[in-house]
């Protein structure tokens, strides 16, 4: 298992309480789903050519036209209230302790190789050392080569580990 990250760094906590979901799709017309912190967010990702197909692996994707979610009933009540019963609903819940987990999963189960990402994923791909798990930092680019030489990694928004002890 090779793993990219700390590209998008965030804390738990620090998790968007709300997510815009769109309906993408390729130019193959496969469709699909984004989650997204923002519309900034789809915008620089969709930019950066971030957003794959899950399919056929096209970075040409787009948004889908879609109905928005109208909740009259909220509307008419204020608009304080829709985020907090958003942030509260067990799907939300359900998706931070996911994510928690996954973290968890990857921090217990891999090396962290740190600036050296690239170089120690190649070493793994071409058999210079035995295989095992690695997470670390890669740039965009570094990540673009990999790929070049098909190598597959991905990117997974983790805490950064405190270099020194809290006491």
């Known amino acids: 298992m090779l793993v990219s990250v700390r590209s ?10 709300t997510m815009k979901v769109y ?8 469709r699909f789903e984004g989650w997204f912190a923002s ?8 930019a950066g050519q971030q ?11 787009g948004k ?10 909220t509307a008419r009540r204020g608009t304080a209230d829709a985020g907090d019963k958003h942030s509260n609903s067990p799907a939300v819940t359900q998706f931070k302790q996911r994510l928690q987990d996954m973290a968890r999963h990857v921090m217990e189960n ?14 793994i791909h071409y058999k210079e050392v035995p295989e095992h798990g690695i997470r670390g930092v890669a740039s965009q680019e570094q990540c673009e080569e990999l790929a070049e ?14 270099k020194q002890t809290l006491q």
């Open 39 to 46: 519309e900034e967010d789809f915008v620089s990702q969709s």
């Open 64 to 73: 889908l036209p879609s109905a928005p979610h109208l909740n009259l009933s």
């Open 51 to 61: 957003i794959v197909c899950p399919v056929c692996d096209s970075f040409k994707v």
């Open 23 to 30: 309906n993408l799709a390729c130019e193959q017309n496969h």
């Open 8 to 17: 998008l760094l965030f804390r738990a906590e620090e998790l968007p309480l």
């Open 149 to 162: 030489e098909g190598i597959e990694v991905f990117q997974l928004p983790l805490p950064v580990p405190h």
């Open 110 to 123: 891999t090396e962290d190789v740190g600036e050296g990402f690239a170089e120690e994923a190649r070493r």
